[in-house]
Nanobody, 127 residues
Framework: QGQLAESGGGLVQAGGSLRLSCAASGRTFSNYAMGWFRQAPGKDREFVAA????????YYADSVKGRFTISVDNAKNTMYLQMNSLEPEDTAVYYC????????????????????WGQGTQVTVSS
């Protein structure tokens, strides 16, 4: 099992952009998929986006489609989340997670399917 470390969070005005990074270390070759989830105060952690490591298939929550883009850089063992047109509703702690075994497209959004997590990075969008 590897380790994950998120970075890139911060305070931004509505309509602005941020790029989050998730650096993977350790047994990264065993990662099958990685994903971004977020948790706002008083709410459950929710799916944002996910990507398969081998074929780059991507999956998005409806709330972020067309605004967020997930990508990976194999050489750097890093996953990114480019967030554009940010809204106050996007305010949350963003977590990256990794899955080391096969995962169907239908279960990419299920946080219980991910094997390990980073510590999270705060994103705050002001109106």
């Amino acid at each position: 099992q590897g380790q994950l470390a998120e970075s890139g969070g911060g305070l931004v005005q509505a309509g602005g952009s941020l790029r989050l990074s998730c650096a993977a270390s350790g047994r990264t070759f065993s990662n099958y998929a990685m994903g971004w989830f977020r948790q706002a105060p008083g709410k459950d952690r929710e799916f944002v986006a996910a990507i398969r490591w081998n074929d780059r298939s991507t999956y998005y929550a409806d709330s972020v489609k067309g605004r967020f883009t997930i990508s990976v850089d194999n050489a750097k063992n890093t996953m990114y989340l480019q967030m554009n047109s940010l809204e106050p509703e996007d305010t949350a702690v963003y977590y990256c997670g990794a899955r080391t075994r096969y995962l169907t497209a239908q279960t990419m959004s299920n946080m219980r399917q991910y094997d390990y997590w980073g510590q999270g990075t705060q994103v705050t969008v002001s109106s």
